[in-house]
């Protein structure tokens, strides 16, 4: 299990404690604003303070204590006081201040200190009743403030006038409706539709109303959504598919599906696993129709997250038929299929017109008995790339028969282990090689083979690609600024 940050985002209720800022500089006056209005007893203690700081005390909003900072004087506050913020600019005091806190267990903030400090504040987002922090666990407050302008920008003034809106219709929909998780529906459904903007722009009856209607339809059959997580790195999700995650009641994911990913689906949504892995199926492919089906007709939205996308290799056309045939609504959300996505990520561009006018992409799945149902003569042509899927345990079959139905021993070749991913591997050579490359290096699946003469341009791109998707330590090289290789990639 990969080691977490210390720091945890809570929401911590403040109209029951007191909080004591050390220090009357813009500092602590940043502090002070974000305690205002908020029920809490503020107490600021400084030698001399901001004019807002004075204005708050003129206007009774805070109790002002000036003078001196003393250590006898700090033992008077306690164990009345609930949370401290020492925004003073001696080390010494700072220090002491931490000291007592923890002493006396009083959670305690020492500014740009978080060696000092039990807690540290995030940046905020705050559309009151609704608030968003952002925080990097002290490692970059600038990078958690920048976050915060892009949020911001992309939330609506009123969201907070909304907020109030569904809040206020809170006690007879759970009338209506007893059941949690139905009602957690309508609201989903309701924020998902049109008439969400009506809260939004403050026409509380139309919004009313549609709620209204939403509650007498809430009796629905659930859906299926065949989603694509992607190759592996969970920045390649769709917009679309981030969407579903967050909305689904139950989600069945497949082996290919990184962690990183399942990461992103809703914590309370019910997760089963349903990989297939070589000669280790978890479900037959029928009792997984059978299951998608149970789900949706008791009410479930059922995530089926596949890696890459559903339709390439993934099954995902047997799985909607067979919904569809049992009256099941079903929706398709594609993604980055792991060609596009390892490629790139490799820097091996699939189509390149000095040596690819075609790509194919075929799967190595072997049959029972091992042997590979392809027409080789289309296969082992110059001019095309082929990419195949579920190719590393016929490798060295798939090579042979290349160079006997006509490609050369010394036509290139690419192996990439969980492309896109920071362990990403790639392994390059020839069809007479790379069986043995493959073997030394211990490759293994999930990986992607890449034939073709556009493996001879991967040394052309991969800096740029990879650096854009997976930044991997120690392996690359380059003096190309971060504006420069952006601009590189976005331009072609």
Not at 41 to 63: F, N
Not at 66 to 76: A, T
Not at 170 to 177: P, T, V
Request: proline share 5%; aromatic share 6%; glycine share 8%.
């Amino acid at each position: 299990m990969k080691t977490l940050s210390p720091y945890l985002p809570l929401a911590f209720r403040l109209d029951t404690i007191s909080v004591l800022i050390i220090g009357g500089g813009v500092v602590a006056l940043n502090k002070l604003r974000l305690f205002l209005g908020r029920g809490c007893i503020i107490h600021v203690w400084a030698k001399d303070v901001h004019s807002e700081i004075k204005k708050a005390y003129d206007d009774g909003k805070i109790s002002l204590h000036i003078g001196p900072f003393s250590e006898k004087e700090l033992d008077r506050f306690f164990p009345d006081i609930g949370l401290i913020f020492a925004a003073t600019d001696k080390e010494e005091i700072n220090l002491l201040i931490s000291e007592k806190a923890f002493q006396y267990r009083v959670p305690v903030c020492v500014v740009d200190n978080p060696a000092l400090s039990s807690f540290i504040t995030p940046a905020f987002v705050n559309r009151d009743p609704v608030q968003i922090a952002i925080t990097s666990g002290g490692a970059s407050p600038v990078l958690a403030r920048r976050l915060r302008q892009k949020i911001e920008a992309e939330l609506p003034t009123n969201l907070g006038q909304a907020a109030q809106f569904m809040q206020a219709q809170r006690s007879w929909l759970k009338e209506k409706i007893p059941h949690i998780e139905k009602r957690r529906h309508i609201w989903e459904s309701f924020i998902d539709s049109a008439h969400f903007e009506d809260a939004l722009a403050g026409d509380y009856c139309k919004a009313k109303h549609a709620l209204e209607a939403l509650v007498n339809n809430e009796e629905k059959q659930g859906e299926v959504w065949l989603v694509g997580a992607g190759p592996g790195h969970a920045d390649l999700l769709t917009l679309a598919a981030l969407r579903l995650m967050q909305n689904a009641d139950s989600v069945l994911y497949d082996n290919l599906v990184s962690d990183e990913v399942l990461d992103r689906v809703r914590r309370d949504a019910e997760r089963v696993y349903v990989g297939k892995e070589r000669s280790k199926h978890s479900l037959p492919q029928e009792d997984i129709h059978k299951e998608l089906s149970r789900r949706a007709k008791r009410g479930e939205r059922v995530l089926r997250l596949k890696g890459g996308d559903p339709f390439i290799f993934g099954r995902g056309g047997e799985e909607m038929e067979a919904l569809l045939k049992e009256g099941i609504s079903v929706r398709v959300v594609p993604g980055v299929t792991a060609a596009n996505g390892c490629g790139a990520s490799a820097g091996i561009p699939l189509t390149h017109r000095d040596c690819a006018q075609s790509c194919i992409f075929l799967t190595g799945h072997a049959r029972a008995d091992g042997s590979l149902n392809l027409y080789w003569p289309s296969l082992a042509r110059k001019g095309q790339t082929l990419v195949i899927y579920m190719g590393l345990a016929p490798l060295e079959t798939l090579c042979d028969q290349l160079i006997k139905h006509g490609l050369p021993a010394t036509w290139p070749i690419a192996v990439i282990e969980k492309g896109t991913c920071s362990d990403e591997r790639v392994v390059t050579g020839q069809l007479r090689n790379i069986a043995a490359k493959v073997q030394a290096e211990n490759i293994k699946s999930p990986a992607l083979l890449i034939v073709g003469e556009v493996v001879l341009h991967r040394a052309k791109t991969n800096m740029i690609t990879s650096q854009f998707f997976a930044p991997k330590e120690g392996r690359y090289e380059t003096s190309v600024s971060p504006r420069a290789w952006r601009g590189s990639f976005i331009n072609g």
